[in-house]
Structure formats: structure tokens, C-alpha cells
T-cell receptor, first 112, second 115 residues
């Protein structure tokens, strides 16, 4: 299946800094999801987006569904050590029915 | 607590010995799915089910079987495991809304090693 282009692959930041990561696709998506995965655990849903242009927040996290419907970004403000983990984007193409396509993840490291 | 559970969490087995990984969800979700996660390959879908007695192949179904006899359970069966099936496996479930399958909720994972 198609892979999403997620960037950056990894980030090393200082506590308190803001973080931004994004995903792009060559196809039009009707759903964008952002997950966080801690080592040895399953992905946990952070934010779900369903409409082009939609901007949704969950605490210090904000995500947007791109106007072109081919991209999405996730921002984390004022990062803290527990933000460490792998962040995945996932999207559902209009024509895919139920299938989710996943990005390869952004490994975030936060230095105290 | 709404959740997806998987058992076992860790399993080491030998080539050819049949095994089953169970998955159960308590959210009354119609949709359930199995993924495997491998370094450099990300999450890949193995099988999915839109409802009881309805299953379909994902991207990497070879060597796996599933069944959906009850809404809450979706076991993954490896009839004759091979070393290339060593991986981290996740079960996920989702409600089906008017617009289709949307957000998926994942279980904690099963780490399988086949020697």
C-alpha cells in the first residue's frame, strides 16, 4: 500500500521548545489521524481530523488537516520530557474504504 | 474502561507450531483489524473485519488467518509460523460511522518471536 511521507524522521529538542512535524501524500485523504507510540506499547490516538482546513487541539497538541487534503501537520508546544516517543500520522484515502495508511514516524527526544 | 486487549503480550515459539493471538474490544466496534510493525517498514495491515463473519485481506495476509464469530473478538491465527513472522503485532478497532471507518484504537501489542 501507499506510504505517507512523514518528516522529520527524528528530532532532538530542549524541554520547553515547540515542535512541528508533518505528513504529505500524493492522494486525497478524507481522514487524518495522529498517534503517539511509547516503547513496547500500542499507538495511542492523539487527534483525529475529518475536514479540510480543520484545526484541532488536544492540550499542548494542535493538528491541522491541509486545505489540499494531501497533508497534515502536528505541533507540540512547550515540550516536556514525557513527550518523548514516536509520533505517527495516518490517513484514509477517499477511495480506500476502511484502509489506513501510516507514516513511518517521527522519533522525538526531549532533553530536560 | 474502553480498551482493546491482546494476549499474550509476549510469545516465543518454534517454526511450524500453530498459535493464536487473541484480541478483544469492549467498545462495541464493528471494525477490527490486525497490523504488524517491523523496523523500517512501519505498520502494515494483515487482515480486517467490517463486522461479524465479514473479513478481508490487508496488505500482508500471507501466512495468517482470522475469524470473526463474535463482535468483540478477532483472533489472529498462524497455522505454521515461520521466522519471517517474527514481529510486533497490533490489533485495532473502530466504530463505523456514516462516512465509514474513522479513528482506530490500538491494543498494547504482542511481540512474537519464531525460532
Amino acid at each position: 500500500g501507499q506510504q505517507l511521507n512523514q518528516s522529520p524522521q527524528s528530532m532532538f529538542i530542549q524541554e520547553g521548545e515547540d515542535v512541528s512535524m508533518n505528513c504529505t501524500s500524493s492522494s486525497i485523504f478524507n481522514t487524518w489521524l495522529w498517534y503517539k507510540q511509547d516503547p513496547g506499547e500500542g499507538p495511542v490516538l492523539l487527534i483525529a481530523l475529518y475536514k479540510a482546513g480543520e484545526l484541532t487541539s488536544n492540550g499542548r497538541l494542535t493538528a491541522q488537516f491541509g486545505i489540499t487534503r494531501k497533508d497534515s501537520f502536528l505541533n507540540i508546544s512547550a515540550s516536556i520530557p514525557s513527550d518523548v516517543g514516536i509520533y505517527f500520522c495516518a490517513g484514509q484515502e477517499e477511495t480506500s474504504g476502511s484502509r489506513l495508511t501510516f507514516g513511518e514516524g517521527t522519533q522525538l527526544t526531549v532533553n530536560p | 474502561e474502553a480498551q482493546v486487549t491482546q494476549n499474550p503480550r509476549y510469545l516465543i515459539t518454534v517454526t511450524g507450531k500453530k498459535l493464536t493471538v487473541t484480541c478483544s474490544q469492549n467498545m462495541n466496534h464493528e471494525y477490527m483489524s490486525w497490523y504488524r510493525q517491523d523496523p523500517g517498514l512501519g505498520l502494515r495491515q494483515i487482515y480486517y473485519s467490517m463486522n461479524v463473519e465479514v473479513t478481508d485481506k490487508g496488505d500482508v495476509p500471507e501466512g495468517y488467518k482470522v475469524s470473526r464469530k463474535e463482535k468483540r473478538n478477532f483472533p489472529l491465527i498462524l497455522e505454521s509460523p515461520s521466522p519471517n513472522q517474527t514481529s510486533l503485532y497490533f490489533c485495532a478497532s473502530s466504530p463505523i460511522r456514516l462516512a465509514g471507518v474513522r479513528e482506530q484504537y490500538f491494543g498494547p501489542g504482542t511481540r512474537l518471536t519464531v525460532t
